[in-house]
């Protein structure tokens, strides 16, 4: 008998560990991210959530929606698929253009980390050699496009002058196999070209052309207006989640061996993470924290899109680049 009421006394605290765990779940605000990419390497420290819980414990429920560049992601949260656009300057400022009501709140990665790569073979060493020549990007809606126009529109060319070809996220074969004679593409990009035989290659750094940040959260004006306590907590869980990968990157370079799509080497992973925690970090976080914007930096930057023709309206930089939400 007593064996009885110990395991029915077993059953009721178990079946209470349930309920206050399913009551714990649906105190979880649920926030999706619209990323520029699939659930890549790069961004380990939000993949690793299910082991980490930085976003539970601040009481959300994290989602990932994937992307074909900064343009879908903020395709995807416009219709309702996230709330919020893990996004470049380039595609935020070309919204803005449109009249989409936006608003920055926290600057992912500070330091530009596009390029333009080719053979040494190909005869391109600077950006006046790609004229004439067919050079891959992303996608059509990718950073990687908005920053081959500005590298272009800085020496005095355009898209005009040279042949735009989509050649997907990794997109070094073409490369190596003449399709294109040049490839736009990301700092983690050509360090992993390298190691799949990428070799004797010209590289363009677009960061010695206009050093703007490479990524950062774009949210809708009434979203910023009116989910500012949400926005914050998810600030907040982003910031501990990306000073974890900083502090930590031979666990997360382990850990997104099962969480990354591309993650099934763990030294690719760490080489990976190395890179991207150095584009974390910049004077401006060093001095103000991890998240901060440079606003001269930024109102340098869409002034340098009006001018090149990239976009056509004024942008008043501090109306539409917040960091009151930033921890």
């Known amino acids: 008998m007593t064996g009885k009421i110990l395991r029915s006394a077993a059953a009721v605290a178990l079946a209470s560990l349930v309920s206050l765990g399913a009551a714990h779940a649906q105190n979880l605000d649920s926030f999706t991210v619209a990323g520029w990419s699939p659930a890549i390497s790069e961004i380990t420290n939000m993949l690793v959530e299910p082991d980490k819980g930085f976003f539970k414990a601040r009481g959300i429920d994290l989602g990932y929606v994937p992307g074909t560049g900064g343009g879908a992601a903020i395709l995807n949260m416009l219709t309702g698929k996230a709330d919020i656009a893990f996004t470049d300057p380039g595609s935020f400022f070309a919204a803005l253009d449109k009249g989409e009501k936006l608003v920055a709140i926290y600057n ?43 590298l272009l529109h800085r020496i005095g060319l355009s898209e005009k002058d040279i042949a735009v070809q989509v050649t997907g996220l990794l997109n070094f074969a073409p490369v190596m196999q003449g399709q294109v004679a040049a490839t736009a593409a ?123 023709g990239l976009i056509k309206a004024r942008i008043d930089v501090p109306a539409v680049v917040k960091s009151d939400l930033i921890p």
């Open 186 to 308: 990301t700092d983690t990009g050509l360090y992993v070209g390298r190691l799949r035989g990428l070799k004797d290659v010209n590289v363009i750094e677009v960061k010695d052309y206009l050093n703007v940040p490479s990524d950062i959260f774009v949210v809708t004006a009434d979203a910023y207006a009116k989910r500012k306590p949400l926005l914050k907590r998810f600030l907040a869980a982003y910031r501990d989640s990306a000073q974890w990968m900083i502090d930590n990157p031979k666990e997360a370079a382990k850990l997104a061996v099962k969480r990354a799509i591309n993650g099934k080497d763990e030294k690719v992973n760490l080489g990976i993470i190395q890179l991207r925690n150095e584009s974390t970090v910049s004077a401006t976080t060093r001095a103000k924290g991890l998240g901060h914007f440079d606003m001269d930096l930024l109102a340098k930057a869409a002034e340098t899109y009006r001018g090149l």
């Open 108 to 150: 992912i990665y500070p330091q530009n980390v596009f390029n333009v790569v080719a053979l040494k073979s190909s005869g391109i060493a600077k950006p006046a050699d790609l004229k004439g020549r067919k050079v891959g990007v992303y996608s059509l809606s990718s950073g990687t496009r908005q920053n081959l126009q500005v």
